[in-house]
């Protein structure tokens, strides 16, 4: 064995030098101990996982729980909270002060566990949205999570894919990888499996060489993982790399500013009761703990808390509806969404692609069967026929399997007819390769005799993709592509096992088929061949791809989602345009929409060629009217999205492809295919569909309208509350009355209604007619004019209550303690209504039902267990300064509570009725 070569070993480096370019690919499987067809055993990939660990960059570390709680004390008012407490105790004041501190220490308690849910929500998320990597393992094709690779794996490569690992390539074809990222070359590197340095070599001069964090832009290859996780070249360089990166909403920000500014109104009026406190004689501390408790349950300081709680709960809950949302943005984002911009494939259908019509040697062929299963018959009208008796359309079926990337298993069960069969590759290729399974024609028995030897893989502007293949001593090139493309490039046609000349005649009854196919809604390709006498080294669609065998076509039916029919309808009601996009032909785009109900006449569509004839400024008219856009390439697509945004919509955009990227960065969400996509879409994209449905898209619109709304709500149900606490001191210190509240009982009130309730609002359900309004403006404020009259409504209303139930108290009791016993009661029996009532800004409590929020009454539950616990537990009365309260005069604290409650549904009936939104 040469010097350079090393061993794989348990602990640590896989190649002791690092200089793995300079062996041959057979060498390192040896080393490897892998096989470069058959992969890695799925127990000895377990076996290396565990010894090598995850194939992923080491995160930076996160804060502990203990440094989660000392971060809680770091607010301003928290400090002066705690300072005033140790002045408390300092002048004898010692249950008060113990009981300060207590609640600080809930509070901060309080603060840690949603800090933390909201944390191992987020992390959850990020797992979800690991890349994934194709494998060869056990010698099938598998798809796995990147960070489960180990040294050994055989990794597939195609357009589009993010490098997983470092891997030593095996198989490259026309393969081209973008290394800026890793050695800041500006042109995609071509990449050589074949080449074997002998002496040290640059990193980016490695041409047999992939590196983790690299994009493949053109090609496939396959190669050999040599290096994972921090022991890549990427993790040499970069110790701690995060691939999520925090970040701050505009919602989040618009909070923050709210919320500075509701702090300094809160000190502010702090502070001038405080100083009328002094001026009426009342001693100093007494009116400093009451100002600094005022302070502090005016703020609503666990809201920024509860925000990233509630975000991070919907995505979650997203996530169980099939949208993958990564970015908090475009959570709030989607409750404005006006447009959706769709592709066709997959999305608005089921992406089953079933062959269904043949047209060669001048007639048609039907084949029976549907989706992915192998099997079915040939029939010519109604007559069943064997198709390997005829010539032409047994070429037609070879053709279409060989020129062909995608492969059919079958899985499940012994038994054929119950076994589940799926297409690892292209859907539309996929039909292909059943066809000819039906046919009795395998991919697998012909590449025995012609396999692949060069190809020109499919790109959007050629719209074709060829192969090539040993034929009688000589070679043969065979093509597949769009009908009116391949059709330009052919001079040729195969009748009746011949090659003669392709007449006008020939070419005008192929035009005929391929509309009349195209206006049953199917997918047509078109298939082709051309003798070669010499295999070419480097292949170029320019010498290849011209004068060509016309053999036929072959048309494809992938119905519409039943769900995603339903969604445009949902999505009409929720003033929402859908929009579909596809590369198909204007026929079957316009059949397809049809069915799906997005149009109704063909006027409202467009194709590619028209959009290619436009200026700026008629595509800005003119796509105010479109609601579908056939046989357009990917680059369409960002002047698409462009023209839309122009117009003032909020656009959504899905996108599978490297092409994509453009247009997914351009839309306000860019919405990546979980199942097609390929890494760069992913990872450029705000949102992923697990299922690559339509459907998935509106249901994260409406959900992003309801986390929006919940926001809404606990924001609207703090603000009342804690407005309505600053107005009770004020008021009363300014009509000359006792303060109505003690401080412990100000911040045990915070502690009661701040949490639980508030919570609860951010995880209410949906409302019924959340998506027959209309989306939300940008730029509309969080708290918007009918919030504003809400608030006050709410506030003056929970003020005089209060006051009112404070100044009979001390009228019919004579007792200072038993007033106040009064109106700390009624102050949080009234909040926990308040709570009730916040679940809808709209529509009765009654209306959405009482007791359909669990979360709601486990919360006030609790509040009021805790609330009884201080009145009626000796003593706790004596820590919070209570008294005991009779069944009658608790009747008068639900009295006196249900007054704000009441005004609350009363003002929604008004306010509806006057048009606040």
């Not at 908090?328 to 969404?337: I, K, P, Q, Y």
């Not at 012909?446 to 090539?468: A, G, V, Y």
């Not at 009601?573 to 929409?593: C, E, L």
């Not at 994509?660 to 992913?682: E, N, R, S, Y």
């Amino acid at each position: 064995m040469r010097k350079n070569k090393c061993r794989y070993n348990k602990g640590g480096s896989l190649l002791e030098n690092r200089k793995w370019y300079t062996l041959h690919a057979t060498d390192i499987a040896e080393l490897l101990s892998t096989h470069l067809s058959k992969g890695l055993s799925s127990e000895v990939a377990r076996q290396r996982l565990e010894e090598q660990g995850y194939n992923e960059l080491v995160s930076k570390r996160g804060l502990t729980f203990f440094e989660m709680f000392l971060s809680q004390f770091k607010d301003f008012l928290v400090i002066i909270l705690i300072i005033a407490s140790l002045v408390s105790m300092l002048v004898g004041e010692v249950i008060d002060s113990a009981v300060i501190i207590m609640i600080v220490i809930l509070n901060a308690i309080l603060g840690v566990i949603q800090e933390y849910r909201a944390n191992k929500a987020l992390d959850a998320l990020k797992k979800m949205a690991a890349p994934e990597a194709r494998v060869i393992r056990d010698g099938t094709v598998q798809v796995i999570p990147a960070r489960e690779l180990v040294p050994g794996d055989i990794v597939l490569l195609e357009a589009g894919n993010y490098v997983p690992a470092d891997l030593r390539l095996v198989e490259s074809v026309n393969l081209k990888i973008d290394e800026s990222a890793l050695t800041g070359e500006s042109v995609p590197v071509e990449k050589n499996a074949d080449i074997v340095f002998n002496e040290e070599m640059p990193l980016g001069d490695r041409a047999n060489s992939a590196f983790m964090g690299t994009v493949v832009t053109y090609g496939r290859g396959k190669g050999i993982v040599v290096s994972t996780g921090m022991k890549t070249e990427i993790g040499m360089i970069a110790e701690m790399l995060e691939s999520y990166q925090d970040e701050v909403t505009p919602l989040q920000k618009k909070l923050e500013q709210t919320g500075k500014a509701l702090g300094i109104a809160s000190l502010v009026i702090s502070g001038i009761v405080f100083l009328l406190g002094l001026l009426r004689g009342i001693q100093f501390l007494e009116m400093f703990m009451t100002a600094v408790s005022l302070a502090v349950a005016a703020i609503p300081e666990g809201l920024p808390a509860i925000v990233t709680i509630v975000l991070a709960l919907g995505m979650q809950r997203m996530v169980k509806r099939n949208a993958l949302v990564k970015k908090l943005h475009a959570v709030e984002t989607l409750g404005s969404t006006t447009v959706i911009c769709s592709d066709k494939t997959g999305t608005l259908t089921q992406n089953q692609m079933t062959a269904t019509k043949i047209f060669t040697n001048g007639q048609f062929f039907s084949i029976s069967g549907e989706g992915y299963r192998p099997y079915g018959e040939f029939y010519i009208d109604s007559s069943k026929i064997d198709p390997k008796s005829d010539t032409c359309l047994e070429l037609l079926l070879k053709i279409g399997a060989l020129c062909n990337d995608s492969r059919l298993e079958g899985s499940g069960t012994e038994h054929e007819d119950q076994k589940s069969w799926r297409i690892l590759g292209d859907p539309t290729e996929g039909a292909l390769v059943v066809a000819a399974a039906k046919a009795g024609i395998f991919v697998e028995d012909l590449e025995k005799t012609q396999p692949r030897l060069n190809e020109i893989p499919f790109d959007s502007d050629r719209k074709l993709m060829t192969t090539i293949h040993p034929f009688d001593g000589k070679y043969i090139a065979y093509t597949k592509g769009a009908p009116d493309v391949l059709l330009s490039l052919s001079s040729y046609i195969y009748k009746n096992g011949q090659e003669v000349p392709l007449t006008q005649e020939d070419i005008e009854a192929i035009i005929a088929a391929n509309k009349a196919m195209a206006s049953q809604a199917l997918r047509v390709l078109a298939l082709a061949y051309k003798p070669l006498n010499d295999l070419p080294e480097e292949p170029k669609a320019e010498d290849i791809e011209k004068d060509f065998v016309f053999v036929g076509l072959i048309g494809m039916i992938d119905p519409p989602r039943p769900e995603a029919i339903e969604a445009i309808k949902t999505c009409k009601q929720a003033g929402i345009w859908p929009v579909m996009i596809t590369g198909d032909h204007r026929d079957t785009a316009v059949a397809i929409a049809k069915d799906l109900g997005l149009i109704e006449s063909e006027a409202g569509v467009l194709t590619g060629a028209e959009l290619d004839s436009m200026s700026d400024d008629e595509m800005f008219q003119k796509s105010r009217e479109v609601s579908v856009y056939a046989r357009v390439s990917p680059i369409h697509k960002l002047r698409i999205v462009e023209a839309i945004k122009n117009n003032g919509h909020i656009v959504a955009m899905t996108g599978d492809g490297v092409n994509d990227a453009p247009a997914l960065k351009k839309a306000d969400i860019g919405v990546a295919m979980g199942i097609t996509g390929t890494d760069v879409a992913k990872e450029t994209a705000d949102m992923i569909l697990v299922d690559d449905n339509f459907a998935s898209i509106v249901s994260a619109v409406e959900e992003g309208r309801v986390i929006y709304s919940n926001i809404r709500k606990f924001i609207f149900f703090l603000l009342s509350c804690n407005i309505a606490e600053i107005l009770i001191i004020f008021v009363s210190m300014l009509a000359g009355l006792p303060i109505p509240l003690k401080p412990v009982q100000l911040l045990w009130i915070n502690v009661l209604t701040d949490a639980f309730p508030a919570l609860a609002l951010g995880m209410e359900k949906k409302e019924p007619d959340i998506m027959q309004q209309p989306p939300r403006r940008p730029e509309e404020p969080i708290i918007d004019t009918r919030m504003r009259w809400q608030i006050a409504i709410q506030s003056i209303f929970m003020t005089v209550s209060i006051i009112g139930v404070f100044v009979f108290a001390l009228k019919y009791t004579d007792s200072i303690e038993k007033a106040r016993t009064f109106a700390f009661a009624t102050l949080i029996f009234s909040e926990l209504l308040r709570a009730f009532s916040a679940r809808s800004e709209t529509h009765s409590v009654f209306k959405i039902g009482f007791f359909t929020n669990h979360f709601m009454l486990w919360g006030t539950f609790i509040s009021l267990i805790l609330l009884l616990a201080v009145i009626y537990v000796p003593f706790l009365r004596t820590i919070f300064d209570t008294t005991y309260l009779s069944f009658y005069e608790m009747d008068i604290v639900i009295i006196f509570g249900l007054i704000p409650f009441a005004a609350a549904e009363i003002s929604k009936i008004f306010l509806s009725s006057r048009g606040h939104r």
